[in-house]
């Protein structure tokens, strides 16, 4: 097969010339893309566990049974969805350039996500050593422990990486340049968010029924 | 500012990667490759570890054939036999085909969107590694691990490994947790180059590259990732189930508390159906650019191409229960899968028709890229159509888990991924090497393993219908599985004399190749407006194109693709 | 059961096999040979394979029982239009192939380039629209009518249970316990009476499989399955399990016996009898008790209770040991019994190390289990 013969432009000239490409060449940023992408992913993943749950409502051999044992985790929930608020309101902070604002809201961010990690251990702690439930004991302790344990999982990575950027804040390194950066953490930590709510409805609300 | 395309897209960043490389030491090398963030490095070694497994789950293939080739041989034990056909599975799927593919994707997506790399580079190699370390633990198994009660290492419970199969009390020892984390980590690592490959093409696209712009292999790249990014995760759940299930004495899948052997398969095949997708877009993605090129036309219907391969992807989705016809569904549920299984095959067939009107009235040239391309293109339509057949519900229940259903996907897997990956590796070849591979032994392979293939896998039909189900280790005289089995086994001589041609022209090549230009084919996608092998930053000025066919505008200037599109 | 022995044995014989997996990983050559060379070392049929001459071959399209003659139908008509879509497409993919291959007496120049047609794209979308939902539909009526059919008060029942790797046949209406071995009566067309099979297993999932008479249906633990057939040709029928089940998944095997109601009946009489005791082999029935033989199988009248292998007492009817693995004779039942390895290596039942005098008193017992 012959190689391409050289073009020259000025060949190129004698024709129509190609319809102008708009300017600037705007593209959404990898982040928000790549994020969003992860989000997807995550959603999937969650929604095998969820439904294993649910499948398994009622499907227990032996007690205890989730009504005699789980109480809604009221102030748990209030903390995590408000922690949805104070983090975008610091990622509007940080946007306008507002720093120190932008600390506080962010430093009560982590505050109410590790509220919402030490009621879920206390739960844990309650149901393991005073109810007697443990992974083992029957099909609610199984699908139980994996669903609000694979929550949990996800709440102290985003915890973690709140409290880096905490102390890069705290050090001084956060500057108004990351706000796309800390957005996209922030949208991490709206879908963590999101993912409760649909755990709390499907274990305190539809399981204990 | 004139300038041959050479001046507009390209520079010779000093010689060629491959003539720097060679100035290091080996060590320096190794240094190099394993701390490359480079996408054409990761996608290369992406397909060369492919490639050497395919030569090892292919052995045990071989191995599998001469078991099977007559009644009650003896060559391996029920156990070694049963180890085969799990490790053979499972690499040719998550060690052969998902690395293969992501690696061609890797290396050619930035190429075709003018982009200097993928949009997460050190994402990218984190994946390639965790793919790696996966792949390496399951083969590990072999050697590593006593086991308890010395039940053995290697998994043995079959590549969906239906549950509870699987559970402790009937998988002792560490042969199925090996089988669990290895995939895991293999998935989380394609999980990570899906992320990566759609990020790049809708972040990263040079001038001028609309969405609408972008080669059919691209889009078929942000198909197959989406699949994978919804797919994947499915049997990642599962199997941290079953790990909790194994080591944490949960009951996920534990029959004797309640659990349901069911749900395994529903999650499996979540994940399992769209899998097969996952493995045979990329397949349609390579003939979306060979055939237009050796047909020397435009790819027919772009648009119906497109949203062709989105609703296969999102049909795909919603038929995974099709594996499943045999266990006691109601009949409701069966109809729903055989109408959504069914319905998959609709915009299958317009691809296969679109290719068609691609071909017609060009000038077909028949190289070794297109010859695996034309194979592909009967071998799928009939794979095709025992899908359909298999959609069938009743006759599915006659059909499943035998060799009708093993033939079936090996027309799938062999006859259409397989054949299609050979015709990418003649085709890009020249691009990553900067040689040509030796026609004649590329002709010379082809012949040889579509025989071999057609007498392995066609007889293999028959041999279901007779009533042979699969992963027997062996049978019986006497009941006409004689006949199909020793021609199957005889075709994998010519599978494996054809793969020593490949080998032996791939070896040749890189040495003595005759050397390829730019553009060996004439091709019209940007990657050929780069040096081959293409510099370190593929391009030193970011192209801006007008059509879908960059290259074809300069090569044909009176007449350019951006007035039609 | 000499315990300790048998893990030193399994555990050298699986180091072994781990190190013959690793040779067989490296030696394709090896294998490429010996295949050229002919036929690969063959094992012993242990005389199944002219067992299974006598009876008729012929599966998925020699139907005698109504599922499966539906399923035929529905086949044949699957086939046809599949065959003509590929004839259709295939010959036009050839055509295409031939008529527009590149010559070298063409001209340089490229051929016409044609982007799309939006008429052609909406033909070949709505002609096979059109063939799907006609497959649909005819799929769709053969699925009711086989998984809707109505039990009639006539059926045999039989529960069919699965176990690694073996099958178990209960008749409750009729209190019978057989194995591996399906027994079910004619059933004339213009009165049928059917056979419903209530499908579970024991342990992991399995498929109950025999071509002639129905499509296969799993069986699946805590699932509770049914199929049914209504065989209308007396014969012997092969089938086997069809779910990857573990080591012996190969030979898991089955056969059905179809007979005139009235063999049938004579058939359900005789197997409802416990065993008869023959004074002249109380030796090897003592044998059977007291060695672990007791503890998995049963044999009414005696004192074996055991529920974890096949019920044995009218094992002498039977025409295969070991699920189908070997024609039921004396010579292989002593060879199964000294070692059921060496006819199936992985059963799970063990070797019984019995004294050859023992061996040979139990299998002259067992001889009279008619």
Known sequence: MSNVKPITMEAAAHTIAPPAILHPWGLPSRGRVGMIALITTETAFFTIFVTAYVFYIGKSLTPPYPRDVLSYPVFNTICLLSSSITIALASRALNAGAIRRFAVLWIITLALGVEFLIGTGLEWHRLIYHVGLTIRTNLFGTTYYSLVGLHAVHVTIGSLAIALVAMLTLAGAVTQEHAERIEMLSWYWHFVDAVWIVVFLTVYVVGTR | ?565 | MGGGVRSVSDSIGVRLRRAGDLILLSSVSMGAVLMLAGTPASAEDWGMGAANREIARGAVFSPVSTPASEIATLAWFTLAITLAIFLTVGGLLLYSVIRFRARPSDEQREPPQLYGSNPIEFAWTAIPLLIVFVLALTTVRTIYDVQAAVEPPNAVHVRVIGHQWWWEFRYPDLGIVTANELHVPLSDPAHPTPTWLELESADVAHSFWVPRLAGKTDLIPNKINTMWIDPHQPGIYLGQCAEFCGTEHAMMLIRVVVEPRANFDRWVAAQRMPASPHDAVAHGRQVFQTNACASCHTVQGTSAHGTYGPDLTHMMSRQTVGSGVATNTADHLKIWVRDPARMKPGALMPAMNLSEKDLDDVVTWMVTLK
Not at chain 2, 13 to 24: D, P, Q, R, V, W
Not at chain 2, 241 to 265: C, E, I, N
Not at chain 2, 335 to 354: C, D, W, Y
Not at chain 2, 373 to 402: E, K, M, S
Request: one cysteine or more; hydrophobic letters at 55%; charged letters at 10%.
């Open chain 2, 1 to 565: 500012m004139a300038g041959t395309i050479d001046d507009r897209f390209a520079l010779d960043a000093g010689g060629s990667e491959l003539a720097s490389a060679n100035a290091l030491p080996i060590a320096g090398k190794l240094h190099e490759w394993i701390t490359t963030v480079d996408h054409k490095k990761l996608g290369l070694m992406y397909i060369g570890w492919g490639l050497i497994f395919f030569l090892v789950a292919g052995l045990q293939a071989a191995t599998i054939r001469l078991q099977l080739a007559v009644p009650n041989a003896g060559i391996v034990s029920p156990q070694v036999f049963n180890r085969l056909l799990t490790l053979h599975g499972t690499a040719m799927v998550f060690l052969v085909g998902m690395p293969i593919l992501t690696g061609f994707f890797n290396y050619l997506v930035p190429l075709m969107i003018g982009a200097r790399d993928l949009a997460f580079p050190r994402l990218n190699a984190f994946g390639f590694w965790l793919w790696f370390f996966g792949s390496l633990l399951l083969y590990f198994s072999y050697i590593g691990g006593g086991g308890m009660e010395g039940a053995g290492s290697a998994p043995s419970v079959g590549w969906f490994a239906y549950a509870p199969l699987t559970e402790t009390p009937f998988s002792r020892g560490h042969s199925t947790d090996y089988w669990i984390i290895s995939i895991l980590l293999a998935s989380v690592g394609s999980t990570a180059t899906a992320v990566n490959l759609i990020a790049t093409a809708f972040s990263m696209r040079c001038p001028g590259m609309a969405l609408n712009k972008m080669p059919v292999l691209v889009w078929l790249a942000v198909v197959d990732a989406g699949l994978m990014l919804v797919a994947l995760p499915p049997l990642s759940a599962a199997q941290i189930m079953l790990l909790l299930d194994r080591y944490m004495g949960a009951h996920f899948f534990d029959t004797q508390a309640g659990g349901s052997a069911l749900l395994w398969q529903h999650f499996f095949w979540i994940f399992g159906h769209p899998e097969v997708y996952v493995l045979v877009i990329p397949a349609f993605a390579f003939a979306s650019e060979i055939i237009p090129v050796f047909s020397r036309k435009v790819i027919f219907g772009y648009e119906v191409m497109v949203a062709a391969s989105c609703a296969i992807g999102f049909l795909s989705l919603g038929v995974w229960a099709h594996h499943m016809f045999s266990v006691g569904m109601t009949p409701a549920g069966n109809a729903f899968f055989v109408t959504s299984s069914m319905l998959v095959g609709i915009p299958t067939g317009i691809k296969i028709f679109n290719w068609l009107g691609t071909m017609w009235g060009g000038r077909i040239r028949l190289r070794v890229p297109m010859l695996f391309a034309i194979a592909f293109l009967f071998q799928f339509l009939i794979a095709g159509l025992t899908g359909i057949i298999l959609a069938v519900a009743p006759f599915d229940w006659q059909l499943t888990d035998t060799y009708f259903v093993v033939a079936h996907f090996h027309y799938v897997l062999i006859g259409g991924i397989v054949f299609m990956i050979f015709a990418a590796i003649y085709y890009w070849f020249p691009k990553a090497t900067g040689r040509m591979l030796d026609e004649r032994l590329g002709q010379l392979h082809f012949w040889l393993f579509l025989i071999g293939f057609h007498l392995t896998f066609d007889t293999l039909h028959f041999a279901g219908l007779q009533g042979m189900p699969r992963r027997i280790y062996t049978y019986q005289p006497g009941r006409g599985f004689e006949l199909p089995n020793l021609i199957a086994s005889i075709g994998v001589i010519f599978q494996a004399l054809g793969m020593i041609a490949f080998v032996f022209d791939v070896i040749k090549s890189l040495t003595s190749g005759k050397p390829a230009g730019k553009d060996p084919w004439d091709a019209w996608t940007l990657e050929w407006s780069t040096s081959s092998p293409p510099p370190e930053y593929n391009f030193a000025d970011l192209p801006t194109v007008h059509s879908r066919r960059p290259l074809w505008d300069l090569k044909h200037p009176e007449d350019p693709d951006w007035k039609y599109e």
